[in-house]
T-cell receptor
């Protein structure tokens, strides 16, 4: 099993450009999440999904959109990138969202917006 | 106020030492608690869950004090391979995890 994979691993964008980050998991997990990690801030939840076809906002959703058309994939879109979106983005998945359910993380995508 | 607060360190300890990290959380209704480990430029991975009665996994012991809203992680007999950033994580409600900024540990030969 590959676990959670993310593409691309690195990307440099200019302000105003758009892009989509892809997350895929092969563990048949119901729940998927997108986080960003910034120095001194810890990981912060952007959006999450509790199942195919459903999405919900997390702590910092502004400037991002997501889609979960297939259970195994969770896409994060930036419609008009801004320098404030320079960050490391982590996708995660879990079997369920309840107590004690471990979240498995992908290797991350390093995004720089110039 | 941040949901989870940790001392960022760094903690530099010699091999074989015992080191403890602490973390406080702000939401008294928080339900689940975890320690994750993150190596440099890698993804976080679950180290252990934290239970009300305290729990131990080998050299690692986690404690929870709900009254003081305080979580701790104790590492005994530190190894070089323990060098990493340790993230305190709290779950509120059904799905959302809140991460501390992490405590950086370096174990010195």
């Amino acid at each position: 099993n590959a676990g959670v994979t993310q593409t691309p691993k690195f990307r440099v964008l200019k302000t105003g450009q758009s892009m989509t980050l892809l997350c895929a998991q092969d563990m048949n997990h119901e729940y998927m999440y997108w986080y960003r990690q910034d120095p001194g801030m810890g990981l912060r939840l952007i959006h999450y999904s509790v199942g195919e076809g459903t999405t919900a906002k997390g702590e910092v959703p502004d400037g991002y959109n997501v889609s979960r058309l297939k259970k195994q994939n969770f896409l994060l879109g930036l419609e008009s990138a801004a320098p404030s979106q320079t960050s490391v983005y982590f996708c995660a998945s879990s079997y369920l969202g309840g107590r004690g359910n471990e979240q498995f993380f992908g290797p991350g995508t390093r995004l720089t917006v110039l | 106020r941040k949901e989870v607060e940790q001392d960022p360190g760094p903690f530099n300890v010699p091999e074989g030492a015992t080191v403890a990290f602490n973390c406080t959380y702000s939401n008294s209704a928080s339900q689940s608690f975890f320690w994750y480990r993150q190596d440099c430029r890698k993804e976080p991975k679950l180290l252990m869950s934290v239970y009300s009665s305290g729990n131990e996994d080998g050299r690692f012991t986690a404690q929870l004090n709900r009254a003081s809203q305080y979580i701790s992680l104790l590492i005994r007999d530190s190894k070089l391979s323990d060098s990493a950033t340790y993230l305190c994580v709290v779950k509120n409600g059904a799905n959302n995890l809140f991460f501390g900024t992490g405590t950086r540990l370096t174990v010195i030969p």
